[in-house]
């Protein structure tokens, strides 16, 4: 007589130990996904590309400040005499080396020598030395990172949970990563790309070194000014000159960049968890503690364990299934589901039977051909 498989006390305790598993259950996980490859954002070229004619042509047309410069000089090294210079000279007597009382001519030693200087020396230039210096650092760094540019898609996903039984306290913790290996073709479209990118780069650096040449920035680094810091002042020329504009804006994008996105890191479900999947993972440590409280060294009583949960198994697998095609929007009815498992059950019997009977053939052919190779010796 065939036993009969549901067991209904075993059931009810199996039922009784998952209920008290799920009541006392508390988990938490996360998931990060981080891509790197052909689909790797090289926005930052188009920005800069697109600054660099404005940045040029401020460089070109350096803005220039007259300075009034005042320095006592020995009298043959004067180069310009002015009022000021009389009325200072005035005042300290003690620049005058001879006086002619005759001709009430006076012959100065020293003189006050006043000066108009041109200089670079202003805010909005301070302001693009800067900015120019941090565009180098900026794509110097850049170029760096694609030298060690490699195809990758990483994926890591960590799960940690504890829950009780009416008998014991139970806990877990997965961690799962996964590096996508990519294809020869994938590599090779990467490697065009970032030969073209290369191109662009090298014309930006162009640009970068004739402004590093230019008189504005050689004067400011002879002088040896301190770099400009956010915030920046929105002087009149940074506020209205089209080109200061984009400079400006260039300025932003330098400072922000990588803050908002760090390694273009995507989170593609939050690290809080996520109802769907974190259900399925709690499932599965349901299962795994199935598993684990069945071990035994007894291969019979394993499968006395196992099987005493395997109603229980059945039943949370059909449930977790059906929450999932319900949270997609996928309605189900009862009859579709008993003929899903009816026709799965019908599949796997005739797998089955289809696997014995190819065993019997081979057998039977295998024997075959062992008695007629025995005849010859009867």
Not at 151 to 180: C, F, G, Q, R
Request: charged fraction near 35%; glycine fraction near 2%; charge should be neutral.
């Amino acid at each position: 007589m065939k036993k009969n498989f549901v067991d209904n006390e075993l059931s009810e305790q199996a039922r009784a130990t998952t209920k008290r598993f799920r009541k006392k259950l508390a988990s938490e996980m996360s998931y990060k996904s981080t891509y790197n490859g052909d689909a790797l954002s090289f926005d930052w070229i188009d920005i800069v590309e697109d600054a660099c004619p404005r940045l040029d042509i401020i460089v070109r047309n350096a803005k220039v400040a007259l300075v009034q410069e005042a320095n006592v000089e020995l009298i043959e090294k004067a180069k310009r005499i002015t009022v000021e210079s009389v009325k200072d000279l005035a005042r300290h007597t003690n620049y005058i080396n001879k006086f002619d009382e005759a001709t009430q001519s006076v012959e100065p030693g020293k003189i006050l020598d006043i000066r108009n200087e041109e200089t670079f020396n202003i805010y909005e230039n301070r302001f693009l030395h800067t900015l120019i210096y941090l565009l180098d650092r900026f794509v110097y760094e850049r170029e760096q990172e694609i030298k060690k540019l490699e195809v990758s898609d990483n994926k890591l996903l960590e799960y940690k949970a504890k829950s009780e039984t009416p008998k014991e306290k139970v806990h877990i913790e997965v961690k799962i990563t996964s590096d996508t290996i990519p294809s020869d073709q994938v590599n090779n479209d990467l490697q065009e790309k970032l030969k073209e990118i290369q191109k662009r780069i090298k014309r930006i650096k162009e640009y970068i070194a004739s402004w590093m040449r230019s008189e504005m920035i050689k004067s400011l680094d002879k002088a040896h000014i301190p770099p400009v810091k956010s915030p920046i002042k929105k002087t009149n020329i940074l506020l209205k000159n089209p080109n200061f504009k984009v400079a400006t804006a260039l300025w932003e994008y330098l400072n922000k960049y990588g803050l908002d996105d760090i390694n273009s890191d995507k989170d593609n479900i939050d690290n809080n968890g996520n109802d769907v999947v974190q259900g399925f993972l709690d499932h599965s440590f349901l299962i795994d503690y199935y598993v684990l409280d069945s071990i035994s060294n007894s291969k019979r009583e394993q499968k006395k364990q196992l099987s005493k949960y395997a109603i229980v198994m059945l039943s949370e697998e059909i449930k977790r299934i059906v929450d999932l095609l319900l949270s997609c929007g996928i309605k189900i009815t009862e009859e579709e589901i008993m003929k899903l498992v009816a026709q799965e059950l019908k599949d796997d019997k005739s797998d089955r039977l289809v696997g014995a009977d190819d065993v019997k053939k081979k057998f039977k052919s295998a024997m075959d051909e062992y008695i007629e190779r025995t005849q010859e010796y009867l």
